[in-house]
Nanobody, 118 residues
Framework: QVQLVESGGGLVQPGGSLRLSCAGS????????MGWYRQTPGKQRELVAT???????NYADSVKGRFTISRDNAKNTMYLQMNSLKPEDTAVYSC????????????WGQGTQVTVSS
């Protein structure tokens, strides 16, 4: 059974930091392109950042220079370090594991709430 479990969300003041984690099980983690996406009520889910199996990264313009995505394949875990948080970063952040580029499946975690507010 494949599971992606996010953790690390919470309430933080503007300008603060949070570190999200996504722990994977039931998949060969190192084969998957991984990503963080976020969604707010009434809006479409949007890409935050992605990281390939080889470690190449891609970021949404809105988070460049503030967020850093990383992965530890030995621990089957992906991270998102979020600094200089803004109220507009408030959303449910979800973890994605995408194996479709080699014929595998696409998996999603349940999500973790991040709220940036004073």
């Amino acid at each position: 059974q494949v599971q992606l479990v996010e953790s690390g969300g919470g309430l933080v003041q503007p300008g603060g930091s949070l570190r999200l984690s996504c722990a994977g099980s039931g998949i060969i983690f190192s084969l998957y392109a991984m990503g963080w996406y976020r969604q707010t009520p009434g809006k479409q889910r949007e890409l935050v950042a992605t990281i390939t199996p080889g470690g190449s990264t891609n970021y949404a313009d809105s988070v460049k220079g503030r967020f850093t995505i990383s992965r530890d394949n030995a621990k089957n875990t992906m991270y998102l370090q979020m600094n200089s948080l803004k109220p507009e970063d408030t959303a449910v952040y979800s973890c994605n594991a995408d194996g479709r580029y080699w014929g595998g499946n696409n998996y999603w975690g349940q999500g973790t709430q991040v709220t940036v507010s004073s």
